[in-house]
């Protein structure tokens, strides 16, 4: 079975594999290669997958996005994807992603403050 996982500048994976774990709104789900055709809305989360090639497990911390296993092809399409084949080293990653959207998300929430407080200075020099 071959997984694809797609982000919206690159493609983040593509390899043979012999199952997939993702998990939906409702729970886990794992995909072998005979299993039917299958789509599936994807909640943040880790995804796991065992190469062919190897027979390692990797994971994926996804965020929402949409999986579809259409014969022998499990086509994944997310925002934002991290790939490890240690589940520490992944969760340390994501940690320090949410940091840093943590600082961006401050950043422009400081920038909206500043623009209200000019808006409000703004329109009390129009009251008489």
Do not use: Q, W
């Amino acid at each position: 079975m071959r997984l694809r996982v797609y982000l919206p500048n690159k493609v983040l994976v593509d390899v043979e594999v012999g199952k997939v774990i993702a998990e939906a709104g409702d729970g886990s789900f794992c995909l072998l290669p005979r299993h039917i055709d299958f789509v599936a809305s994807l909640v943040p989360g880790i995804m796991s997958y065992v190469r062919l090639d190897s027979g390692h497990e990797e994971f994926l911390a996804v965020d929402e996005g949409i999986l579809v296993k259409n014969d022998g092809e499990v086509t994944v399409s997310t925002r934002n994807a991290m790939r490890s084949d240690d589940l520490g080293a992944l969760k340390r990653a994501v940690e320090e992603e949410f940091v840093a959207l943590d600082d961006e998300e401050l950043r422009a929430r400081s920038i909206i403050a500043r623009l209200e407080t000019d808006f409000v200075r703004s329109t009390m020099r129009f009251r008489p």
